[in-house]
């Protein structure tokens, strides 16, 4: 008697061989994927105490988002036509500068929900400042069953690239200090909620640390076995910096300083030359691109077709709310084939199967946890979703992989499993109070404005 079958499925694996079945199953046992076949040859092989008929379902991996500010998701929407520079000195940094505890926990609960309800079920979280109460946040995404990642701010200095007094006063650590919180965090609370929380380095931006500091956090990654994230050549002045202070390019000084690998994931990594993709390559270095984000502010686009084609591992993310507004991976999949087609005019390539992969298992690796997640097959844990296909904008169903780019949204997922249990089911967060955590945002929305000093300014006037 196993725990649990999915049955009559169309089933997008992501395995070795990337097989996708027409009428599939999946025996789970456990936490772990048992098998992967045909309905009728699991049905006769096993009986489950519990049977899902997936039949009008699309079942694949669940998503992987390798970049997301929980703090900033009650910052939804604040001023949306700014510039990347001007959104974070004069609204993101002030704001979260403000925050107290509860802010961070409400936003905390908000963007946890809503990446379940959308079909995510692993995340890698950026840099958590002691303001937010990291403790609560940690526990929060134990209790919400996700796999998450969260990590600890590390910084030395008070700049980002070359405006040396960019970052808001409420933000500053000193580096010491900020170091050993990290660690403090580590051994506190990783690998706890029976395995599924990571914690990570995530030292601030060039212009933010000091090639000591770099180098510290590489060496104490590697000490504890954990890994590091951080953003990098997100815009021309993170180029520019390296260049003038090092006459390096921002891959190369990465190199200089211990901050690449397959334990880092750097994030967005636009202003990149070309000669920089073979050190990503070379030192297997994770990639996490975030096109929503960048196309709307404008940022630039990422040489992703290049990175694919020379080995980088490249993973996606959404960001943050005030500059992306959605945490719905389906739109980060569509929009990144969208942009890499444009931007080399070839509408063959990258294909919904590349998109598929940085969503799950390039996820996977950008998170450490490629044996662990981001395809369904033998022995890995069951992180899997349901995405229900009788709707108007899917049916006909052709190709369930084209399907899931290109039709599909978030608002499609019926059933979400996590490390084999059912985390969501009918659009239904077993593990949330999603009326409560809806209520607790909306109230917060002006506390966080007024506390700050910072004022919205309407696209149309409000009566």
Known sequence: MIDLMICNAQIITVDTQRRVFENGAIAIEGNKILEVGKSGELMQKYTARRVLDATHFIVMPGLINCHMHLPQVIMRGVNDNVEVMDKLKYYIWPIQGSYDEEDAYISTQLGLLEMIKAGTTAFLGTGLHPRYGIGAIAQAVIDSGIRGVISKYVMDQTGYALDKSALHPGLWEN????????????????????????????????????????????????????????????????????????????????????????????????YFEDRELDILAATQTNICHCPVCNAKLAMGTAKVTQMLHKGVNVCLGNDGMPVNNTADMFREMRTALLLQRNLYRDPLYPTAAEAIEMATINGAKGILAEDVVGSIETGKHADIILVNTRKPHLIPIHDPTSAI???????????????????????????????????????RKHKILEQAGVKVNHVWKLQ
């Open 175 to 270: 580096g010491e200090e900020s170091l050993r919180m990290a660690c403090d965090l580590i051994e506190n609370w990783h690998g706890k909620g029976e395995g599924r929380l990571q914690v990570w380095f995530s030292p601030r931006s060039v212009g933010g640390v000091s090639e000591e500091l770099f180098r510290r956090v590489s060496d104490l990654a590697k000490h504890y076995g954990v890994g590091i994230t951080a953003h990098w050549a997100e815009v021309q002045n993170n180029a520019d910096y390296t260049l003038e202070r090092f006459g390096l390019l921002p891959a190369e000084y990465a190199q200089k300083v211990g901050m690449v690998g397959k334990n880092v994931t750097l994030v967005h990594g636009i």
């Open 405 to 443: 780019v290109w039709a599909a949204n978030g608002e499609d997922v019926d059933t979400v499993i996590i490390d084999g249990k059912i985390i969501m089911e009918n659009r239904h967060v077993l593990t949330m109070n999603e009326e409560d955590i809806l209520e607790q945002a909306e109230r």
